[in-house]
């Protein structure tokens, strides 16, 4: 009986809408880099303006930075970097180099970890939202109307949203990992195709099998290393 891996029985060849997981894996990674060059873009155009992001008293009931120099500095840095792994997740599916998917793979469960992480501290720490609520600014949209729910539904609608979130990014990071394997079983393959097709290299079995297989005839002589 041939034993099988538990992760292997949810290998699969296709994604939503029935796309294979490469097609899959190409789109999620030019949309990652639509998102994170727009992100940048904004970055960009705030640094060369800070007065844009920066709110008056009227508004905010207090003076209110969106961001310094130096943390924008980290952000435009990490958007590069972004840009870069998804970059290189898209031409490895497209050109069907299995190495280059892996940064893209670690960011995704990088990220799944992150918000596993916040959905543990709501749970265990549900006050802890309440009291986020409350440093917002005064005429943040919907601050009122946040607050007025009651503190257990509102735990509970942040649970559920987490959720859904968590799910369809772990659906995500399963496409990635078999589109990850598909790219290296059929690069397996291609390497085996070459070696027994070359003229000069035959690849034979084990000595044992070959024995039980040609039992009818006469047991090959014993191999030899050159």
Request: overall charge negative.
């Amino acid at each position: 009986m041939k034993m099988v891996a538990p992760w292997t029985r949810f290998y699969s060849n296709s994604c939503c809408l029935c796309c294979h997981v490469r097609t899959g894996t190409i789109l999620l990674g030019v949309w990652y880099l639509i998102i994170n060059a727009v992100v940048l873009l904004i970055l960009l155009s705030a640094l060369a303006d800070p007065d844009q992001y920066r709110f008056s008293s009227s508004e905010l009931g207090g003076d209110f930075e969106f961001m310094d120099d130096a943390n924008m500095c980290i952000a435009i840095a990490i958007s590069f970097l972004m840009i870069l792994i998804c970059a290189m997740a898209t031409y490895g599916a497209y050109k069907q180099h299995a190495a280059w998917i892996i940064p893209f793979f670690c960011y995704q469960i990088f990220d799944f970890a992150l918000n596993t992480l916040v959905a543990i501290t709501v749970l265990f720490y549900p006050n802890s939202v309440q009291e986020y609520i409350r440093q917002l600014p005064p005429n943040f949209p919907y601050r009122d109307d946040v607050m007025s729910v009651n503190p257990t539904c509102l735990v509970l609608i942040i649970l559920l949203f987490i959720s859904i979130i968590l799910t369809f990014k772990g659906y995500l990071i399963s496409c990635v990992w078999n589109c990850y394997r598909y790219i290296n079983g059929r690069n397996s393959s291609d390497v085996l195709v070459y070696v027994t097709s070359n003229d000069n290299t035959v690849l034979l079995p084990p000595y044992d099998d070959a024995t039980v297989n040609a039992a009818a005839k006469e047991p090959p002589p014993p191999y030899v290393s050159a």
